[in-house]
Each structure stands twice: as C-alpha cells, then as structure tokens.
C-alpha cells in the first residue's frame, strides 16, 4: 500500500524537528501500524519514537506550537525520550520494545533500537505481571 501523503508528512515533520532541535536531535523511528498491513489511513495513528540528547521543557514548549498542526492533521503520536531514558526503561518496558524492536523505521538519525538488549527475564515478569492483572 503505498502511503505518499503520510511519508511526506513525516519528512515535513523531521524536517520541523531538526530545524528546531539542531544538533539534540538523535534519531526518529517509525513503528507500529504504519509498517504494516493493518495501517488504516485516516484512521490508526501513527507511532514515532523521537530521541533526543537533552531538551528543556521550554523547547519542548515552542515545538509543540510548531508541529502542533501536523501532528494532528496526520495522526502523529510521537513520544520523546532521551537514549539514557530509553536506556533505563528497557526493564520496565520490555514487551513494548520487543514489538517496537520487531517493527520499526529509522526516518532520520541512528536506530537505537537495533542496538537495544532485552532481558529475558524482564520479558517474563512483565508478561505474568499481565496475566495476573487479567484475572
């Protein structure tokens, strides 16, 4: 399926990010629905990880004016971390970056992602954490 009108949009965003964050622009991926078949447009959101060495919440302020529009014109959800944070996360989160790790683009900057180790004991805990919150 061929997404032009969202591919362009996000170089449009991307090209908003490194414009406003300059050289503290580390990486954007891509992830989610979007890479797949199940991508509805108009419909499914479309997921971005955007990292960053460091912001102030000031900055993220003045972006947010700034990209404001596209995000919710094009159903952008981005979630801003830095590698430390991404880094620290991996124990909490490991069933969320084993499907991000499993289905993702880098649209600009380094993949992060396919350097990260997911433990697999972390994995299990968070997995029997659902379950028993299911019953």
Not at 88 to 95: G, R, V, Y
Request: proline content about 3%; charged content about 30%; hydrophobic content about 40%.
């Amino acid at each position: 399926m061929e997404r032009k009108k969202e591919e362009k949009a996000l170089g449009t965003l991307v090209d908003c990010l490194k414009e406003s964050l300059g050289g503290k622009l580390v990486s954007v991926i891509v992830y989610g629905s979007f890479l797949t078949e199940n991508y509805q447009p108009g419909i499914s959101d479309i997921n971005l990880i955007v990292v960053v060495s460091q912001v102030t919440a000031g900055e993220l302020f003045s972006l947010r004016k700034k990209i404001k529009r596209l995000i919710w014109k094009h159903g952008f959800k981005p979630f801003f971390f830095t590698p430390e944070f991404v880094k620290s996360s991996l124990d909490t989160f490991p069933l969320e970056w084993v499907e991000i790790k499993n289905c993702h683009r880098v649209i600009y900057g380094e993949n992060l992602v396919e350097k990260l180790l997911i433990d697999r004991e972390d994995l299990r805990r968070q997995l029997e954490r659902q379950i028993k919150q299911d019953y």
